[in-house]
């Protein structure tokens, strides 16, 4: 059974930075399209960035345009989600997931494979 793992996760006062990680274990994410979702309280699971198997392609939500970096080493089978500029509404557990198909989707039905997620809290 394919699984996700991510870390990095934790309490940062609002305006920090933090680094999430994404790994899976003894296999390749080369061939993965990857992404990463959030899921605050009280809303529904929401796409945050996205990046193509070669890393050439990223693709991100509004809300963290200009504060998130995705990026992925296929050597290393990582894909990291960089944060700067963190506001208390980033609070969420954090999820990376990922898909075949070449092409994002911002539907978390269309991702196959998920991690357990990671929490981060923002606080003010």
């Known amino acids: 059974h394919v699984r996700l793992v991510e870390s990095g996760g934790g309490l940062v006062q609002a305006g920090g930075s933090l680094r999430l990680s994404c790994a899976r274990s003894?296999?390749?994410?080369?061939?993965?399209?990857m992404s990463w979702f959030r899921h605050a309280p009280g809303k529904e699971r929401e796409f945050v960035a996205a990046?193509?198997?070669?890393?050439?392609?990223?693709y991100y939500a509004d809300s963290v345009k200009g504060r998130f970096t995705i990026s992925r080493d296929n050597t290393e089978n990582t894909v990291d989600l960089q944060k700067n500029s963190l506001k208390p509404e980033d609070t969420a557990v954090y999820y990376c997931?990922?898909?075949?198909?070449?092409?994002?989707?911002?539907?978390?039905?269309?991702?196959?494979?998920w991690g357990q997620g990671t929490q981060v809290t923002v606080s003010s």
């Open positions: 997931a990922g898909r075949t198909s070449g092409y994002y989707s911002s539907s978390l039905n269309e991702w196959e494979i």
């Open positions: 003894g296999r390749t994410l080369s061939s993965y399209t």
């Open positions: 990046i193509s198997r070669s890393g050439g392609s990223t």
